[in-house]
């Protein structure tokens, strides 16, 4: 019994030296966790950081800057880092309105954009153009993250006429066969506001150009028919261009859906995931531009803090997150889970030559020039100036070069356009200083007609330049027809200053003879381009600034022609009235 009594007392004492354990490991482990808690830097005041960049490679962007600040925090510095989504061309468009300046095609940036501390943009291109906009305005030092070629994408079963996968493709194989099969359907995303279009633009006319075979005639001719071919199958968002592909492999389903279209390959890598009736195939044509994803720094003030984050993205771990998404490294190697479309190069050759920003400027303008739809009159000064010969033309008359770059611009026109063209000088027809040579009517049924009337406009020989009367007819003609859903204007091209010995308006008349006659509800948008170093850029400018509109002067006539594509291109775009 004793035994007993001394068993249970010796199991009591265990008892209370195990609670009283218990309790120092409880006090411990509160000490330890309060230690712990208290010895990590505090968050309250953490830095800073926004990233905006392209909802492609966001994922893999967020993936690595939570990496990043979990391991800056554990070495006690805090960054609080935001990825946005931001579309490239709304970015681009905002740092550009900070010099109130505009790229071409793009307008306006979404009123919801932020300019980021990072900016990830998905091509160079988008550099290019904001250098060619406002070189203030352009970030400079870009650091490439990831890449991925832009490649021709067809129906797997339309890729096997082409030789695929067999046969390497050139984009001079697919300007043949959309030249000779009406049944191939070219598409491309909106190359004003896509970098993929764009680069497949660049190079589908570059191949055009070359397919001229040094013709400069035949080499315009191939290019203007590829850009209506593209212009035709364009949409203004990638998915959209996407739900055009065939969604069976029936012949009709075949011939009746797209048939090609520049895209990036990511944008096939994931459009095969999703297992479509029909795959697409990944044509990988030579040249081959890329979107190259380069990150530049727009804070001066965090840039340290910037720089230390994009070192980051140059790991592996990095690459293997960008596999997953269906992008390659900035070298073109693919890291893990990366889904390689058949056919495809195991690495990517160097990006090659950048375009020059004329070369980029110049093309979208060709293209904003052939796809915005427009009712236009074309008025054409044929006063005695416009026999003045040009050195830099090769001797060729004011007119002659005026009539040379209307004849170009109007072949970039499709169908769809409406035109009309008038001459104007003094006294044209019985008291009137204008005339009407073409009323303006859809070019499907009177090309012909126009193209006829340019070549039979003479200058006259003692004409003045009844400028101001004109113009005022021109716009009261187009706002009487006007038509919705097109953009309505009248361009005007003149080498001299209103000249009018019968009087007629004064410019003060003028002006307010155009507010009485506008109607908010039918804009219509006045443009005057001067030709030569005598044109009145100073009054011409009034003008258009009162009732909307734009001038553009030529001081070399021989330029006419660059300068009459950038009007039409900004018909859209040019200044509304003030």
Not at 269 to 298: F, H, K, S, T, W
Not at 560 to 570: E, H, K, P, V, W
């Amino acid at each position: 019994m004793k035994g007993r009594h001394r068993s249970a007392g010796s199991s009591g004492g265990a008892l209370k030296l195990g609670a009283a354990a218990v309790a120092v490991l409880v006090v411990l482990a509160g000490s330890w966790y309060a230690f712990r808690k208290y010895s990590q830097p505090s968050c309250g005041n953490a830095a800073k950081l926004s990233i905006g960049a392209p909802a492609d490679i966001t994922p893999a962007i967020k993936a690595q800057t939570t990496a990043w600040s979990e391991q800056a925090k554990a070495n006690g510095n805090c960054v609080d880092i935001e990825v946005i989504d931001e579309d490239p061309a709304d970015v681009a468009s905002a740092l550009a309105g900070r010099a109130n300046k505009t790229l071409t095609g793009v307008g306006q940036a979404n009123g919801k954009t932020r300019i980021p501390d990072i900016w990830v943009a998905d091509s160079s291109l988008w550099l290019l153009r904001l250098q060619a906009a406002n070189p203030q305005s352009a970030p400079v030092t870009p650091k490439s993250i990831a890449r991925s070629p832009v490649v021709l994408a067809m129906p797997e079963p339309i890729a096997t006429t082409f030789g695929w996968p067999q046969k390497k493709i050139t984009y001079t194989d697919l300007i043949a066969k959309v030249a000779t099969d009406q049944k191939v359907k070219v598409g491309i995303v909106e190359p004003s506001r896509d970098a993929t279009g764009l680069g497949g633009l660049l190079t589908l006319a570059a191949a055009a150009q070359a397919a001229g075979g040094g013709n400069a005639t035949q080499a315009t001719q191939t290019a203007t028919a590829a850009l209506r071919a593209l212009a035709a199958g364009r949409s203004a968002l990638r998915a959209d261009l996407l739900q055009k592909f065939p969604r069976g492999s029936d012949p009709t389903a075949l011939s009746s859906g797209l048939s090609v279209a520049p895209l990036s390959e990511q944008a096939v890598i994931q459009y095969n995931g999703v297992q479509p009736p029909v795959r697409l195939a990944a044509i990988y044509a030579e040249p081959m531009p890329a979107l190259d994803y380069p990150a530049v720094v727009l804070s001066p003030d965090k840039a340290s803090i910037a720089t230390e984050l994009l070192k980051s993205f140059d790991t592996q771990e990095f690459r293997d997150q960008l596999g997953a998404i269906g992008l390659r490294g900035p070298d073109g190697a693919p890291g893990k889970g990366f889904a390689t479309p058949t056919s495809a190069p195991s690495t990517l050759s160097g990006a090659g030559a950048a375009p020059d920003a004329a070369t980029v400027e110049g093309l979208l303008t060709k293209w904003q020039a052939i796809t915005l739809p427009a009712r236009m009159l074309a008025v054409i000064d044929v006063s005695g100036s416009m026999l003045e010969p040009v050195p830099t033309a090769g001797g060729a008359t004011r007119m002659q070069v005026t009539l040379e770059a209307a004849r170009k611009g109007m072949s970039l026109f499709d169908d769809s356009w409406a035109l009309g063209v008038w001459e104007f000088s003094t006294l044209m027809d019985g008291n009137k200083d204008y005339k009407q040579l073409v009323p303006i009517g859809p070019l499907v049924s009177q090309r012909t007609q126009c193209l006829q009337a340019l070549s039979q406009i003479q200058a006259k020989k003692n004409g003045d330049t009844a400028l101001y009367d004109t113009i005022l007819a021109a716009y009261k003609t187009v706002q009487q027809g006007y038509e919705s859903g097109r953009v309505n204007s009248v361009i005007v091209m003149t080498d001299g200053a209103n000249d009018d010995p019968a009087g007629g308006l004064s410019l003060d008349q003028l002006i307010a003879e155009l507010k009485k006659a506008a109607d908010p509800a039918k804009p219509i948008q006045l443009i005057l381009i001067g030709i030569s170093d005598q044109a009145d850029q100073v009054h011409m400018k009034q003008i258009t600034d009162a009732i909307g509109g734009g001038t553009f002067v030529a001081p070399d006539p021989a330029k006419i022609g660059d300068i009459f594509l950038q009007a039409i291109s900004l018909r859209g775009q040019v200044t509304a009235p003030k």
